[in-house]
């Protein structure tokens, strides 16, 4: 009775939904030249067909729709390319500083991202892939519609070892741990979770998992901003990286790992990891052996005055020196060994870096064309996006113009590949910003419909 009754609710449910459906809406831009995200020259005058969220139509001449809802915008031969992908971001941390980030009410810190997802968005970043901190339920709510922020491929909280990059306890004050014990400060938030044996890793990865992780981010070395782990540091054992590796095998997807050594970098790949984040500090020898085993290096160009951030003779300032004099070593070997590479900022603690996200992206400049650049930070991050396999939550093309691709486009007021520094500039020059088949920003004076 309880299962007829159901069927009766359902199909009365799917009538209901027959009758007020609505035809999705329907965008057309006219006039503009592609940047299609995987090659390195715009195409000719095109106009192309949004219907609901996708691209379903790119065309060399005019395209006429049935639809009077058509938003018609004249592109007047501006360039329309994907929407950008950040492929190291920390939407929770990016605003907060460190010790806001602990201490503060839980709710105003997630408000605090909420508020830099929407500036992340109108930076004409469209999607991107958090690599630690406790993103599901921003991530949520922007799906929803409820709140304004890019698209996200969560990590959930990132996985260390007592005394690893992430763990931020204070040493006279909570040490020793109790094992079996209250969780930490960073672990009830979501931001870090302490591992220090292969099972405990093997429970810490489902967790992550089990709450809508795309990928798995481990730290398998020292870093800068935390403050008991030296960089020379390795910090998980081969059984410990194996564990989380199979863990995340099992569910379909695949671990990252942050590691700026060539022993911490090796280490993780004799273990399947199957993407180097950073990478600054790797060698020539590593560098083959990313090669050999087509691992992704995602790394970044962080900026000059990064080490400014902390207090002059500080461990942390050091710590930032060491790893900025290797940027030119790591996009060096990255091109000579002809790494699979993915841009990210990794921006943290700082809204005014945040604001830079683009001129970042432009700063890869210095080793790589115009075009490289660009095709890097939207195409080639997409394929990177896509190793989350059926753990993704857009199934569908990212990063890309082209039919069926989803839409998620930016038209430019310019050649980004003639001038790439537009593209430091977003509130000047991206005159239309579109995720998911919505307009988020039109600064055009006369387009019909809208
Ligand atoms: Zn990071």
Known sequence: MVVRLFTIVVIC???LDAQTSVPPPVTVFQN?????????????PS??????????????????????????IDGAGRTLMPGLIDAHWHTTLVRPTPAVALAADVGY??????AEARDTLLRGF????????????LKRAIDEGVVTGPRIFPSGAMITVTSGHGDFRQPFVELPRVLGGPPTRTETLGASMIADSPDEVRVRVREQLMLGA?????????????????????TFTEPELRAAVEAAGNWGTYVAVHAYTPEAIQRAIAAGVRCIEHGHLMDEATARLIAERGVWLSTQ?????????????????????QVLAGTDTVYRLAKKYRLKTAFGTDVLFSQALAQRQGALLVSLTRWYTPAETLVMATGTNAQLLA??????????????????????????DGDPIADIKLIADPARNFVLIMKDGKIYKNTLPNSVGN
């Open 32 to 44: 503009v030249r592609i940047f299609d995200g995987t090659s390195s020259r715009l195409s000719g």
């Open 214 to 234: 795309t990928q798995i981010k481990l730290t398998a070395g020292g870093g800068v901003a935390s403050p008991h782990s030296p960089l020379d540091v390795s």
């Open 301 to 321: 160009p962080f900026p000059d005055n990064m080490a400014d951030a902390f207090p002059a003779g500080s461990e942390e300032r050091a710590k930032a020196q």
């Open 109 to 114: 810190t997630h408000l605090l991202a909420g």
């Open 387 to 412: 190793m989350s396999g059926k753990r993704s939550p857009y199934p569908g093309k990212l990063g890309v113009v082209e039919e069926g691709a989803f839409a998620d486009l930016l038209l430019v």
């Open 47 to 72: 106009h192309v067909l949004v219907r609901g969220n996708r691209i379903e139509r790119i065309s060399a001449t005019p395209i006429v729709t049935s639809s009077a809802d058509t938003v018609l």
């Open 126 to 137: 469209t999607t991107i892939r958090d690599l630690g901190g406790p993103a599901f339920g």
């Open 13 to 15: 449910g799917a009538l």
